[in-house]
Nanobody, 118 residues
Framework: QVQLVESGGGLVQDGGSLRLSCTAS????????MGWYRQAPGKQRELVAR???????NYVESVKGRFTISRGDARTTVYLQMNSLKPEDTAVYYC????????????WGQGTQVTVSS
């Protein structure tokens, strides 16, 4: 089992910045990757950024060059630095960890609201 706690959401103006944090606890040794997903009203949840155990990152095209995913030294915390925010980035952002010794299972955080005003 892995537990995830997110923080850092809020309200920001168009062009502003926010940093989200996600801290994992529990069976952290089994975590293969962690990432950030988002879900806007009426839309499907989508991958925003992901980082693997080996440090390989990938981003959805719409955030490349604006968002950066990183992790702390202990690798139990993942950050999402969001710059040049746009109104279309407004969504609930969820942290996800893929963990498991044989077949990774997704674990989700509770979500944090990010609202970008125009």
């Amino acid at each position: 089992q892995v537990q995830l706690v997110e923080s850092g959401g809020g309200l920001v103006q168009d062009g502003g910045s926010l940093r989200l944090s996600c801290t994992a606890s529990g069976n952290i040794a089994s975590i293969a990757a962690m990432g950030w997903y988002r879900q806007a009203p009426g839309k499907q949840r989508e991958l925003v950024a992901r980082i693997t155990r080996d440090g390989i990152t990938n981003y959805v095209e719409s955030v490349k060059g604006r968002f950066t995913i990183s992790r702390g030294d202990a690798r139990t915390t993942v950050y999402l630095q969001m710059n040049s925010l746009k109104p279309e980035d407004t969504a609930v952002y969820y942290c996800r960890a893929d963990a498991g010794l044989v077949l990774p299972h997704p674990y989700w955080g509770q979500g944090t609201q990010v609202t970008v005003s125009s």
